[in-house]
């Protein structure tokens, strides 16, 4: 249905079409019409929204630092669970991944050769040299956040300790990619090109999503891409930036017995760093940090 210049706008302010919204769909039309997918309605937050994910942000962030102060060789990532699960309910958030498809816990714990959805486990016990993602997901007031990082166990090898950091400058990248106007294939393309410029492989088929008013929403974000392609990028979209990187080959497989881990499908490191990102009117806001 289209919407009359004087009806009320889509978005919900309240003002007339014509005085709210009008030219930034004629804008979006005009790249529909040169054949770019654009974003739907349905997925551009209003301010409260934004608002809503930025509180639930800080939560996840404080989550994460919580983490970095306690993490430690000998400790089980069933303990991350714990801790984890513990800091969110006190927070009066919840745990995302928790029940999530049946997933059985409250946080992703991936070490080494694990890509992600690694699943915490009170027999797997953090020992010096490993790299493990930690990867967080909370609601909070309805609002998701998502966000993982890299954590370096005791003394890890000069290789793993590359990737880690390199793996971050592909999602800082990934970031300054992000524009009004861009496309999400610039954001990929970027990732890509450091990551290979290393050496490094980026697995394709797992990737970024839309996300804030549920876990996975539209768009997919792929880490691998061409500039000028792909979606368009407008203010109010929200999803995640979060390339996973191989030390050597780009595929993959699922734990056949837990139906969830992924690992690399030459026993190579991978590592990962996620943030949740909003596209604004100039750029990109960070809700994740
Ligand atoms: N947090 C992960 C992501 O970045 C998704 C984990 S889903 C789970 O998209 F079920 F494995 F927890
Ligand atoms: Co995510
Ligand atoms: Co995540």
């Known amino acids: 249905m289209k919407?009359?210049?004087?009806?009320?706008c889509w978005c919900g302010s309240k003002k007339k079409y014509k005085a709210c919204h009008i030219a930034f769909?004629?804008?979006?039309n005009s790249y529909a019409q040169k054949g770019f997918p654009v974003p739907s309605h349905a997925i551009l937050k209003?301010?409260?929204?934004?608002?809503?994910?930025?509180?639930?942000?800080?939560i996840n962030t404080a989550i994460l630092y919580m983490v970095a102060e306690k993490i430690h060789a000998g400790m089980s990532t069933e303990e991350i669970n714990t801790l984890v699960h513990e800091f969110t309910i006190a927070h009066n958030a919840i745990p995302a991944t928790l029940n999530y498809k049946g997933y059985p816990k409250s946080v992703c714990t991936s070490i080494n050769n694990e890509v992600c959805h690694g699943i915490p486990d009170a027999n797997r016990i953090l020992k010096n040299g490993d790299i493990i993602n930690?990867?967080?997901?909370?609601?909070?007031n309805g609002y998701y956040a998502d966000a993982?990082?890299?954590f370096c166990i005791g003394e890890v090898s000069p290789e793993a300790k590359k990737l880690v950091d390199v793996t971050k400058e592909c999602l800082e990248l990934g970031l300054k990619a992000v524009k009004p106007w861009g496309f999400l294939g610039d954001i990929g393309a970027v990732i890509q090109a450091h990551a290979e410029k290393h050496g490094y492989s980026v697995v394709e088929n797992i990737g970024g999503h839309g996300v804030g008013l549920s876990f996975h929403e539209e768009p997919y974000v792929c880490h691998i891409g061409k500039p000028n392609t792909g979606m368009l990028l407008v203010p109010g979209m929200v999803f995640t930036i979060e390339p996973?990187?191989?030390?050597?080959?780009?595929e993959v497989y699922e734990d056949a017995d837990n139906g969830w881990t992924i690992y690399t499908d030459d026993g190579s490191l991978?590592?990962?760093?996620?943030?949740?990102?909003?596209?604004t009117e100039d750029g990109a806001e960070i809700l994740t940090r």
């Open 3 to 8: 919407i009359g210049r004087n009806d009320p």
């Open 148 to 150: 993982s990082r890299m």
């Open 270 to 279: 991978s590592a990962q760093w996620e943030y949740t990102v909003a596209v």
């Open 46 to 58: 209003t301010p409260a929204q934004l608002e809503g994910i930025r509180e639930s942000g800080k």
């Open 244 to 250: 996973m990187i191989n030390a050597g080959t780009s």
């Open 134 to 140: 930690v990867d967080v997901t909370t609601i909070y």
């Open 25 to 28: 769909d004629e804008k979006i």
